[in-house]
């Protein structure tokens, strides 16, 4: 049996690892200019598909990697929460629709929040802070009881995991293996046709080097919490265990509820039951790898609100961000690449919900 002192030294491991992915994430959409709303309102106000094929590109190299690693056995998809056979239908189309409609009035998703942070944007500190409460208190808070009364008791129950490789193998009677090798070849190709295919200019090898290194955080994530921080039997439960995860599961790259466990721990520093975790961790790395990135760019400058206008316009929509993330179970990353890397359902229909709102958003602001 594993002991407290190899338990330990693995969830430092993990939350070193989290630091690390956070970094080069950072970094890499710092540098990059990957953002999901540029990509929406580059296609939708100007018909420029760049940023949009790069954010397809991204998803395909984390849908490859991470299906491989649950192929090969190291990761198990079943432990993770999008892949619960609980369908949250409502809260996935209302939760994507609000944050889709904040992150327009906010300028950028969680992840581009945190980005600008280290750019030096103090109004897009403000803008995580209130994301973060917002998000606390619709995990904990007022907004948390009528999310579980409310939109949480509409679901549908499904015969098996809401990923498309179980949803199809028990629909056609085939053997998990061979459905998830076709689904993603599938799957993968067409993505790849359109990042290739689609109308517009040509994709730039900064560009393409950006989504591969996105991708592959998400991929990153996965293997180090459900792999490297995976142990069959806790010296304090005699049960397996993910170690230093939020979820007790396994975790990738997310950015609405790992903002609230961040607030959490700067607020409760003192409380010994508040443990650094791999998704703050990655918080804080996204922060300080955009920081360093913009540094080296000679892109980091300070920046405020350009009018009270501004200023409402960012509270409001970091609100909805934070309310409507959590509802949805997650944002443009936490679904949009972590999620749809499982293939789930779920994540599917937040990923659409969240562009539907982000697009009003946009009709929004130019009227």
């Not at 998809?77 to 944050?99: A, E, M, P, Q, V």
């Not at 994301?131 to 579980?148: E, H, K, Q």
């Amino acid at each position: 049996m594993i002991e407290i002192a190899e338990v330990q030294a693995l969830s430092a491991w993990v939350v070193w690892s989290g630091l690390a992915i956070g970094l080069v994430f950072g970094a890499a959409m710092q540098t990059g200019r990957f953002c999901t709303l540029g990509a929406l309102s580059d296609w939708v106000l100007m018909g420029n598909t760049v940023r949009m094929r790069l954010w397809i590109l991204a998803m395909a190299v984390a849908i490859v990697l991470t299906q491989a690693a649950v192929g090969l056995g190291l990761l198990k998809d079943s432990d993770s929460f999008y892949t619960s056979s609980r369908l949250l239908w409502l809260s996935h189309i209302l939760g994507g629709l609000l944050f889709g409609f904040g992150m327009a009035l906010a300028s950028g998703c969680g992840s581009r929040i945190l980005v600008r942070v280290g750019e030096g944007s103090l109004k897009a500190l403000v803008a995580f802070l209130v994301m973060a409460l917002a998000s606390f208190m619709t995990i904990r808070g007022i907004t948390g009881v009528l999310r579980s009364q409310t939109v949480e008791q509409v679901f549908l129950t499904l015969p098996t995991q809401q990923d498309l490789v179980s949803l199809a193998a028990l629909a056609f009677g085939i053997e998990l293996t061979s459905v998830r090798l076709v689904l993603v070849l599938v799957l993968v190709t067409g993505m790849l046709g359109f990042v290739v295919f689609a109308p517009g200019q040509g994709l730039s090898r900064k560009g393409i080097l950006t989504a591969g290194l996105v991708g592959a955080c998400i991929a990153a994530g996965w293997l180090t919490t459900g792999w490297l921080g995976f142990v069959d039997e806790h010296p304090d439960t005699l049960a397996p265990a993910y170690l230093v995860t939020n979820t007790r599961g396994p975790e990738s790259l997310t950015f609405v509820a790992p903002l609230a466990y961040s607030l959490e721990l700067l607020l409760y520093w003192s409380d010994r039951s508040q443990v650094l975790t791999f998704s703050v961790a990655t918080v804080l790395g996204t922060v300080l790898g955009a920081a360093g990135a913009a540094r080296v760019s000679k892109r980091f400058q300070w920046q405020g609100f350009a009018s009270i206008t501004d200023l409402g316009q960012h509270l409001v929509g970091a609100a909805l961000m934070g309310i409507g993330g959590v509802v949805a179970l997650g944002c443009t990353i936490g679904h949009g690449l972590t999620g749809v890397s499982l293939l789930a359902l779920g994540s599917i229909v937040s990923v659409c919900s969240i562009l539907a709102g982000g697009w009003a958003g946009l009709w929004y602001l130019q009227r």
